[in-house]
């Protein structure tokens, strides 16, 4: 006899190649260290992001996303997809994490969106990236003092085992954080929206099954 589990949660975790890594350090070295590209934060925390301003449109996304190519696929291939799918990307932006810099609870639930990916462009010293799913359900398992007696496969914090140049992609609705830059040098990453639908032709198909 045993416990089964089920409805795993997920992330899709890969390094990008050094060639990858290297292209993207010469797409984006002139601009993401210069602060005047940022604004402030339109969210409740205080790192600075190119998020929806001028700015962001002079950054090299496009070419960021032929870089980040190989993974998309490997993460919609190792999904295992019923359909026929397509990839419509969406928002990118860049974040930047001065010491002291964190970013509050939130998740990317937005319309045509429900894959969101984060890039780790510059971690200095290969610190903590601060990258922290948080987990809502568990507070249900802690009030009914579950979680308090037995050895339970799930935490309120899950923190990814990721460093720079590494790529993760996961569900939009997924609720994460950013915890505070202790370094003394910029932590910067980039983030980005996917939207993964049918392919056309997948869409038109007759759904009515047919009889044998
Ligand atoms: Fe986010």
Same mark, same amino acid.
């Given at each position: 006899?045993?416990?089964?589990?089920?409805?795993?949660?997920?992330?899709?975790?890969?390094?990008?190649?050094?060639?990858?890594?290297?292209?993207?350090?010469?797409?984006?070295?002139?601009?993401?260290?210069?602060?005047?590209?940022?604004?402030?934060?339109?969210?409740?925390?205080?790192?600075?992001?190119?998020?929806?301003?001028?700015?962001?449109?002079?950054?090299?996304?496009?070419?960021?996303?032929?870089?980040?190519?190989?993974?998309?696929?490997?993460?919609?291939?190792?999904?295992?997809?019923?359909?026929?799918?397509?990839?419509?990307?969406?928002?990118?932006?860049?974040?930047?994490?001065?010491?002291?810099?964190?970013?509050?609870?939130?998740?990317?639930?937005?319309?045509?969106? *429900? @894959?969101?990916? !984060?890039?780790?462009?510059?971690?200095?010293?290969? &610190?903590?990236?601060?990258? /922290?799913?948080?987990?809502?359900?568990?507070?249900?398992?802690?009030?009914?003092?579950?979680?308090?007696?037995?050895?339970?496969?799930?935490?309120?914090?899950?923190?990814?085992?990721?460093?720079?140049?590494?790529?993760?992609?996961?569900?939009?609705?997924?609720?994460?954080?950013?915890?505070?830059?202790?370094?003394?040098?910029?932590?910067?990453?980039?983030?980005? *929206? @996917?939207?993964? !639908?049918?392919?056309?032709?997948?869409?038109?198909? &007759?759904?009515?099954?047919? /009889?044998?």
């Amino acid at each position: 006899m045993t416990v089964e589990m089920f409805c795993p949660r997920w992330y899709y975790h890969s390094t990008l190649s050094e060639e990858y890594q290297d292209q993207i350090k010469r797409l984006f070295e002139s601009k993401v260290y210069d602060d005047s590209i940022y604004t402030e934060s339109p969210w409740d925390c205080n790192c600075l992001t190119t998020f929806q301003s001028k700015t962001n449109m002079e950054l090299a996304w496009n070419d960021w996303l032929e870089c980040l190519r190989l993974s998309i696929d490997d993460a919609l291939d190792k999904l295992k997809p019923t359909v026929d799918v397509e990839v419509i990307p969406q928002d990118a932006w860049a974040n930047k994490y001065n010491k002291g810099h964190f970013q509050e609870y939130h998740t990317h639930e937005v319309p045509y969106c *429900n @894959l969101s990916m !984060v890039y780790m462009y510059d971690i200095p010293d290969n &610190d903590d990236v601060g990258f /922290r799913f948080w987990y809502d359900d568990h507070s249900k398992y802690k009030k009914s003092g579950l979680a308090h007696i037995f050895d339970l496969p799930c935490s309120p914090v899950i923190i990814p085992k990721v460093k720079q140049g590494d790529i993760m992609i996961f569900p939009s609705h997924y609720a994460h954080y950013v915890s505070p830059n202790k370094n003394d040098k910029p932590r910067i990453t980039f983030s980005g *929206n @996917l939207f993964v !639908v049918p392919t056309k032709e997948e869409s038109q198909r &007759d759904p009515t099954p047919t /009889r044998p």
